[in-house]
């Protein structure tokens, strides 16, 4: 992330949130983008594959309330125009953006080290004058970028939680130099120019700001001999599998997190994270709503009147339930406990709706039983059905004679 994209990025906006969005709304919200554009649900088209990934940056920043206080201040402070105002040397058309343009131009990777670091490190010493020995923080290597991957599980899976290998071809760590950027033999030496800090000091007017050291790249350190593999930069793309870990319950749209094993920081900085994003398949029998699994089970007319014990499977075993005598199409029972585990170590239910199977053909003698049934049943309550003919027939009657007498 360059340098300015802080400042002319509306991030609430690329997610469709107000800037008063709770973590879950913002979630929300990128859970649905992140379906409706993901590149497999839209193969070869670069506009949305452009969106998914301005629509990932945004939620990156969002999601991590560290990020997201930064950004918020960023664009609080230069929002509010107050260093166009009075600051010398800058004048009507001063961009504060502009600041940092010279960092982006130092080395390829100085976008990316900004963008790792976070403004805090810019403006802890904005109004202090202070340089490498004032008591900043020292910035060192930046910290790697957020990795995304996408995991299909089977419902049942899903469910009961699994530990799947994951491959990922994405940068690693550089196994020659160990992630120093430096030659095997030699050690990357301290820049004499931030004395380590990986910042310097410059006026800009009356105020003093401090900004990533052009020599070292922000890092604090210079490699004057380079890893012949990864050319000084400490990492290299490669392969890598991960065994990833689901737990019980996953639900399709979940994003499991795993700290540290996302793309290297360059020489030596710490990992950023994979945020690994869960689909799940549909079940050919059950379903699932929250905590609870559903289940449908045809039973037979004679069952609904006469009741029955019902025998139905569950994630892992099987349940018996009693159908009481009476019992209507569509009602649905409980079996508490055999749902979807929970973190605490209770679990949702399983809800099974009885739904009455009409034969298409009976044989002669089922259909003399049902005539003997009939002569011994009740007939059905549709008293309102026959109130609203009566009435439906008294209007049309009033309608004729109306007409009539015309």
């Known amino acids: 992330m360059s340098s300015k994209d802080w400042l002319e990025k509306d991030f609430y906006a690329v997610l469709g949130v107000p800037k008063t969005a709770s973590a879950d709304e913002i979630k929300k919200?990128?859970?649905?983008?992140?379906?409706?554009l993901h590149p497999d649900h839209n193969p070869g088209n670069s506009a949305f594959e452009e969106r998914f990934k301005a629509v990932s940056e945004a939620y990156n920043v969002l999601a991590d309330d560290r990020r997201r206080k930064?950004?918020?201040?960023?664009?609080?402070l230069f929002g509010s125009g107050a260093f166009r105002r009075g600051a010398r040397g800058g004048g009507p058309g001063f961009d504060p953006a502009d600041l940092f343009g010279g960092f982006a131009g130092a080395g390829g990777a100085g976008d990316r080290r900004f963008g790792g670091a976070g403004f805090s490190d810019i403006f802890s010493s904005i109004f202090s004058g202070g340089g490498a020995g004032s008591g900043m923080r020292t910035r060192g290597p930046a910290r790697g970028r957020?990795?995304?991957?996408?995991?299909?599980l089977d419902f049942g899976a899903a469910v009961r939680g699994t530990t799947l290998p994951l491959s990922l071809r994405a940068p690693g760590v550089c196994d020659t130099c160990h992630g120093n950027g430096a030659k095997p033999g030699s050690v990357p030496r301290t820049c004499p120019t931030c004395a380590g800090s990986g910042l310097t000091t410059r006026n800009q007017g009356s105020f003093s700001f401090s900004e990533p050291c052009r020599d070292c790249q922000g890092v604090g350190t210079i490699v004057d001999e380079k890893c012949p593999e990864c050319h000084g930069s400490g990492g290299v793309t490669k392969t890598r599998?991960?065994?990833?870990?689901?737990p019980p319950g996953v639900a399709d749209g979940q994003r499991i997190r795993l700290a540290g094993r996302g793309e290297p920081g360059d020489r030596g900085g710490p990992a950023g994270d994979l945020?690994?994003?869960?689909?799940?398949?549909?079940?050919e029998l059950f379903g699932r709503t929250g905590d609870d699994l559903t289940l449908t089970v045809p039973i037979t007319y004679a069952e609904a009147v006469l009741g029955t014990d019902l025998r139905v499977p569950t994630m892992d075993g099987a349940v018996t339930l009693r159908v009481q005598?009476?019992?209507?199409?569509?009602?649905?029972?409980?079996?508490?406990?055999?749902?979807?585990?929970?973190?605490d170590g209770t679990a949702g239910d399983l809800l099974v709706t009885v739904e009455v199977v009409v034969p298409a053909t009976v044989d002669e003698s089922a259909q003399a039983a049902l005539r003997t049934f009939a002569e011994h049943t009740p007939a059905a309550d549709r008293e309102r059905l026959a109130a609203r003919l009566r009435r439906n027939e008294e209007q049309a009657a009033g309608s004729r004679r109306g007409t009539d007498g015309r």
């Open 29 to 36: 919200a990128y859970r649905k983008l992140a379906r409706e």
């Open 70 to 76: 930064e950004y918020d201040e960023m664009r609080s």
């Open 146 to 152: 957020d990795v995304e991957a996408e995991v299909v």
């Open 241 to 246: 599998t991960l065994n990833v870990r689901f």
């Open 275 to 283: 945020f690994v994003l869960v689909k799940v398949r549909n079940d």
């Open 325 to 343: 005598p009476g019992t209507p199409s569509g009602r649905t029972l409980r079996a508490r406990g055999k749902g979807v585990p929970r973190r």
